[in-house]
């Protein structure tokens, strides 16, 4: 990809890891400037340590579930580099098991986190991109936002909604330079779901696991107006999208995509041992 984001300014949340983090890095190597959003300062002050050789970086500690922090944002990334191009939206939670083991706090904290602030965040940043005369919204979904995934009941609805929004915002912005859409990954090679393996559904492993920076990668492609979606693994987002056209067929294929999982959350497992 040229480097369409040199000069560009690029907020992302949850920027201190994983995903976050790739996308810093993606976007830092297109010498864009970067406002980078997380809970914690020393996360935060690491990328940014990581990073400030290549670019410009402001680092913001707060809580994307704060409406006033989230409206302070965009004025403190505007005041620093004088617009604002690019709004990831990435920060996420995931409360791993059944509906009937997780607290209902930890379910509104899901919905906060995962859903309520894409949404806050997204009509506050459009002011500031029409200003730019231009720019992107971009979501980091999940597979999981495409289908139902038992044991995730609160995961898969806010990632569903974050779709549906999406898909709905990128509509209402056609024609206005500004790009929207969202990337849906399924597992991702991060602490996200590698601290957590024993946690994790095995059926999530029956997928094919991306890295950090293939997902960066789809979303400076997202950003760029290329596509409207991108799910990861192509060939699992077909699969997903027929789990979800034929029910029966989800159910029917389980048991072996459970089976598969199982082997592979093994060899995954074996091999955070061995590192």
Not at 33 to 42: D, E, F, M, S, T
Not at 72 to 101: I, P, Q, S, W, Y
């Amino acid at each position: 990809m040229t480097a369409r984001f040199t000069g560009k300014t690029i907020v992302i949340t949850g920027a201190s890891a994983g995903v976050g983090a790739a996308c810093a890095r993606a976007f830092a190597a297109q010498k864009a400037n970067l406002v980078l959003v997380a809970r914690g300062q020393q996360g935060l002050d690491l990328i940014k340590d990581e990073l400030a050789a290549q670019t410009k970086v402001l680092t913001v500690a707060m809580d994307v579930a704060d409406t006033e922090q989230c409206l302070a944002l965009f004025a403190k990334a505007e005041a620093e580099f004088g617009n604002v191009d690019v709004l990831v939206n990435n920060a996420g939670m995931h409360k791993r098991g059944n509906l009937e083991t997780v607290s209902p706090a930890d379910v509104g904290a899901m919905v906060d986190i995962n859903l309520r602030a894409p949404l806050m965040l997204s009509c506050a940043a459009i002011p500031y991109l029409r200003r730019a005369s231009g720019g992107a919204i971009v979501m980091v979904g999940s597979l999981a936002g495409m289908a139902p995934l038992q044991g995730a009941a609160t995961y898969s609805g806010t990632k569903a909604g974050l779709r549906a929004f999406a898909y709905a915002l990128a509509d209402e912005m056609r024609g206005t330079g500004i790009y929207v859409g969202v990337v849906s990954p399924g597992p991702i090679d991060t602490g996200f779901i590698m601290d957590e393996i024993d946690k994790v559904e095995d059926i999530v492993f029956s997928q094919p696991m991306s890295s950090a920076s293939e997902v960066a990668d789809a979303v400076l492609s997202i950003a760029a107006g290329n596509k409207l979606e991108i799910a990861m693994p192509a060939a699992s987002g077909r699969m997903v999208n027929l789990g979800y056209l034929f029910p029966w067929l989800r159910r029917y294929l389980r048991p072996k995509l459970y089976a598969m999982g199982r082997k592979n959350k093994d060899k995954y497992r074996h091999r955070q041992i061995n590192e």
